[in-house]
C-alpha cells in the first residue's frame, strides 16, 4: 500500500469525530489499514489512528515489540481496533509523558486510567475485548482519543510538564511519538 501523510496538530480534520465503520472485511478496509501499518512502521510509531492520515473513521492500530520512541515500555500486542469501547476497570490514573506524530517533536505529561477494558472489531469483523493495564492501556486511551477528536496536549493538566523532547530528554529521537 503506501505511506501517507500524517496530519499535524492545527489541522481542524483532527479535531472531528470519527465516524463508525458499517462494514467489515472489506478491500477498502483491508487497504486503509495497510496504510495505517506503513505509515506507523515509516514512522516508528507506537499506534495510529485513521484520523491521522486524514480517514474520519473509528480505526486505530498499535503494538510493537520494541520502539525506540519508548525504549523502557514493554511490549504491546499489534493490534486493528475497530470502533473502540474502553471501559476503567479501576478509579485509579497514573501520569507519564506522551508524545504523538501529530504533535511533533514535542512530549507532554498526561493522566490515564491505569487499568481498563477495550472492546471492539478487528478489520475482519472479529470481536476483541481485552483487560489491560500500564503501558499499554495508555496506548490505547492515546489512540482512541484520535477518535473524539482529542490531542494529548488536551489532557495535560500542568503544562510546566510539556515541551521539546529534545529539551526534556536529551538525546533521545526528538521527532515525537505516538
Known amino acids: 500500500m503506501s505511506v501517507c501523510d500524517i496530519l499535524k496538530m492545527g489541522d481542524p480534520r483532527l479535531l472531528r469525530q470519527a465516524q463508525a465503520v458499517e462494514r467489515f472485511d472489506t478491500p477498502e478496509l483491508h487497504a486503509l489499514v495497510q496504510d495505517l501499518r506503513d505509515t506507523m512502521a515509516a514512522a516508528n510509531g507506537a499506534g495510529l ?16 515489540a520494541i520502539n525506540t520512541r519508548y525504549p523502557d515500555a514493554p511490549p504491546v500486542p499489534e493490534t486493528v481496533l475497530i470502533n473502540p469501547v474502553l471501559t476503567p476497570l479501576a478509579e485509579e490514573q497514573s501520569e507519564d509523558w506522551e508524545g504523538c506524530l501529530s504533535v511533533p517533536g514535542l512530549r507532554g505529561m498526561v493522566p490515564r486510567w491505569t487499568h ?41 493538566k500542568d503544562f510546566a510538564k510539556f515541551g521539546y523532547t529534545d529539551i526534556l530528554f536529551p538525546g533521545l529521537d526528538a521527532d515525537g511519538d505516538d
Open 49 to 64: 489512528a485513521a484520523p491521522q492520515i486524514g480517514v474520519d473513521i473509528q480505526v486505530v492500530i498499535f503494538g510493537f
Open 116 to 156: 481498563l477494558r477495550y472492546e471492539g472489531y478487528d478489520q475482519f469483523g472479529n470481536r476483541i475485548s481485552r483487560d489491560v493495564d500500564g503501558f499499554h492501556a495508555r496506548v490505547v486511551q492515546h489512540e482512541c482519543d484520535h477518535l473524539a477528536g482529542i490531542l494529548y496536549p488536551m489532557r495535560i
